[in-house]
C-alpha cells in the first residue's frame, strides 16, 4: 500500500526534525514543503523541495499537511491561511514518534507532532497543532491545549492544564492541578508551583513572573539567561 503524501509547511528546524522521524519509520511520503521565504524558493531542504509558499497547498491538493513553525502563535496563523486556501482539518496529519504509546483513553489531535521518548500515562489529551518535543512525561488527566509548545524534558504533574499556544521551555516542570494560561510562557528550567495567568512569561525555581522575584525565588539575572527563560517572548522549538 503507497504511503500518505506528506507537505510540510514551514522549513525550519522542527520541519527537519519531523522529516527525520517520518523518513527513518516509514510513516510518510514527504513530497515537499512550502515556505514563504524568498530565500528559500527553488532550494531543497534535508533533500526535499520547497514547492512554494503556502497558498500554493492549492497545487497539491491530494497530500496531507503538517505546520512545522516552532512557535505556536506561528502555527496558528499558518492553519488559518491554509484554512483560507480551502484546506480543512481534514487535511491535517498526526505524527507520533512509533515508540510513543498512546494509551486507551488518551487522545492526539490532528496536526500534533509527538517525538521521541515522549511519556502518556493515562487520559492524556493532546489539542490540535500541538508540539511536544523530546522526553516530555505527562501524566494523569493532563490536558494540553490547541497549538501549545511543550519543549524537551518538560515534565506535567497530574491534571495539569496548558492552555492554548503556551510555551514550556526545555526542563520546566508542573505541579499538579496548575493551569498555565493561554498564551503563556514558562522558562526553561522553571518550576511552576501557582496557576501562571494568561499571556504572561514566568521563570525561575519556584517560578514567578519575570520582573517580580523575591526573597528566595532564583530567576534569569543575565541577558543570556533572560532570553533563555523566554523573555523575547517565544522562542521557536528549533
Do not use: I
Not at 500518505?4 to 522549513?11: E, K, M, N, R
Request: glycine fraction near 14%.
Amino acid at each position: 500500500m503507497p504511503r500518505t503524501q506528506l507537505l510540510l509547511v514551514a522549513a525550519g528546524g522542527l520541519a527537519r526534525e519531523v522529516l527525520a522521524l517520518v523518513r527513518t519509520h516509514d510513516l510518510f511520503d514527504v513530497v515537499g514543503l512550502l515556505d514563504d521565504s524568498a530565500a528559500l524558493a527553488g532550494t531543497d531542504v534535508d533533500g526535499v523541495p520547497v514547492l512554494g509558499g503556502v497558498e500554493d497547498v492549492v497545487a497539491h491538493p491530494g497530500a496531507a499537511l503538517l505546520v512545522c513553525a516552532g512557535r505556536g502563535s506561528a502555527r496558528e496563523a499558518l492553519v488559518k491561511r491554509l484554512a483560507g486556501a480551502g484546506a480543512g482539518r481534514e487535511r491535517f496529519a498526526t505524527v507520533v514518534h512509533p515508540a510513543v504509546e498512546v494509551p486507551d483513553g488518551s487522545h492526539v489531535g490532528p496536526g500534533s507532532v509527538v517525538l521521541a521518548g515522549v511519556v502518556l500515562t493515562t487520559a492524556v489529551t493532546l489539542g490540535e497543532h500541538v508540539v511536544v518535543m523530546p522526553n516530555v512525561t505527562l501524566t494523569h488527566d493532563d490536558t494540553v491545549e490547541d497549538f501549545a509548545t511543550l519543549c524537551a524534558g518538560v515534565s506535567l504533574g497530574g491534571s495539569v492544564t496548558v492552555g492554548a499556544g503556551a510555551y514550556l521551555g526545555m526542563n520546566a516542570s508542573v505541579r499538579e492541578r496548575v493551569h498555565v494560561g493561554a498564551g503563556a510562557t514558562l522558562g526553561m528550567g522553571a518550576a511552576l508551583v501557582a496557576d501562571l495567568p494568561d499571556g504572561e512569561t514566568w521563570a525561575g525555581v519556584p517560578a514567578s513572573r519575570l520582573g517580580d522575584a523575591g526573597p528566595g525565588r532564583h530567576r534569569a539575572t543575565t541577558p543570556e539567561a533572560a532570553r533563555a527563560a523566554g523573555d523575547d517572548g517565544r522562542k521557536t522549538a528549533s
